[in-house]
């Protein structure tokens, strides 16, 4: 349908707790998934959240179909459309609650990135566009990505969440020809 600005960090509307929706499978709920899947896909983004866009509204898009060249290794998940999600991190089988340390990037953060402490395996739960519940436990790229996605709906950016500053950097320097052409 469009794309539309992404909001950068600064932006005081990245800052707000989002509203849960409270309509599924109405047209406005439908053009703006499409316009955030337009958005995500023109910026080579592994995901995107409403607020991103400016619309105060629990709704997260990630994943792809094909490979995403900003993350071109990554295990491929599934895309999905995310709606008033609630996340529970999942202990392993000793009981502890893991984390796990990768780089991550932010369309709303672009040239930068670093390394954040993520939940090693969760559980999220929520709705899709048309009402139908969502209910995955999942591990890996695929958790961090949905906590990324869904720290957005909380006000919070990944800088916020890292505890490592010796490893947050320009993208350019910390990998060298990885997005020559591409910002995040
Ligand atoms: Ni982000």
Known sequence: MAIREILKMGDARLLRVAKPVT????DDLHRLILDLLD???AANGAGLAAPQIGVDLQLVIFGTDAPNPRYPDA?????????????????DASGALLEDEDWEGCLSVPGLRAVVPRFARIRYAG??????PI?????????????????HLIGKLYPMRVRDFSRF????????????????
């Open 23 to 26: 309509v599924f499978d109405s």
């Open 39 to 41: 958005t995500m896909a």
């Open 127 to 132: 709705f899709d566009q048309y009402g139908d």
């Open 135 to 151: 209910d995955r436990k999942v591990e890996g790229f695929h958790a961090r990505v949905v906590q990324h996605e869904c720290d």
């Open 169 to 184: 950097g320009f993208t350019e320097v910390l990998f060298p020809g990885l997005d020559a052409v591409q910002d995040d």
């Open 75 to 91: 295990p491929l998940v599934p895309r999905t459309v995310l709606i008033n999600p609630v996340i529970t991190p999942l202990p």
